[in-house]
């Protein structure tokens, strides 16, 4: 298996120590940063494979931390935050964040929220240029603009299929309705939440009537929306 490294960006040393030592007891690699800044430069120094990011540092703002890396790199980014406003995990995922863990979390779901991004590292570096998607039931042909579930053609409207398609690219990632809005839509004075909503209910009913209790797609309310590895 890979060993992933791990940057760790928190300026609270009991939290710190608390992240460390978890990473240390799975064999994850890992590098500290306790400010902005540091995190920055050791992201364009070390090129680590995911970053758990603290919200709250000293100098910069987590957000800024996030568009920052973002301008040049798409490494995982996991916020943990003890803000739990819907509106501050809305503004680090627009951002760019990939996930979010409100603090206290125990460290069993900061390993699981590993797991996740790992897993989506590697089908991401498996799916790249593939033509075809697969995902439980769920097959997308690119190619041919084709979607079966269970070996069964289903119609999608041109929205649906690319409601789809950008779910399906980021699968295990949580989409916010802005991010989801602008690739979709293009303008996003186009379209508002509640037109989202009824394409995403239409596009889920199709998806499920084929393959019976299998739940694709997740929402998160007042967030956005995510395809589930199944
Ligand atoms: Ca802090």
């Not at 498996?126 to 439980?136: D, R």
């Amino acid at each position: 298996m890979k060993n992933y490294l791990i940057l760790v960006v928190e300026d609270d040393p009991p939290i710190q120590h608390l992240i460390t030592t978890t990473l240390k007891s799975r064999d994850y690699s890992f590098l500290t940063a306790a400010t902005g800044e540091a995190a920055i430069m050791e992201t364009a120094s070390n090129n680590p494979d995911i970053i758990l990011l603290d919200l709250g540092l000293p100098d910069l703002d987590g957000i800024e931390v996030i568009s920052r890396i973002r301008s040049w790199s798409n490494v995982p980014i996991i916020v943990l935050s003890a803000r739990s406003e819907d509106s501050d995990k809305i503004d680090a995922l627009d951002a760019g964040a990939d996930d979010y863990l409100t603090k206290p979390f125990s460290v069993e779901e900061l390993l699981a929220r590993l797991r996740v991004v790992q897993r989506r590292l590697t089908l991401m570096q498996a799916e790249n240029n593939q033509p075809l998607y697969e995902n439980g039931q769920l097959q997308i042909d690119y190619a041919l603009r084709c979607v079966k579930i269970c070996g069964e053609e289903i119609r999608l409207t041109p929205i649906e299929y690319k409601l789809l398609c950008l779910l399906a690219k980021n699968t295990g990632k949580v989409l916010t309705h802005k991010y989801i809005i602008q690739n979709v839509w293009g303008n996003p004075l186009e379209t508002d939440v509640a037109s989202l909503r009824v394409f995403m209910t239409t596009l889920r009913r199709k998806l499920e009537k084929g393959s019976s209790d299998i739940r694709y797609i997740q929402t998160h309310v007042g967030i956005g929306y995510q395809m589930i590895r199944v």
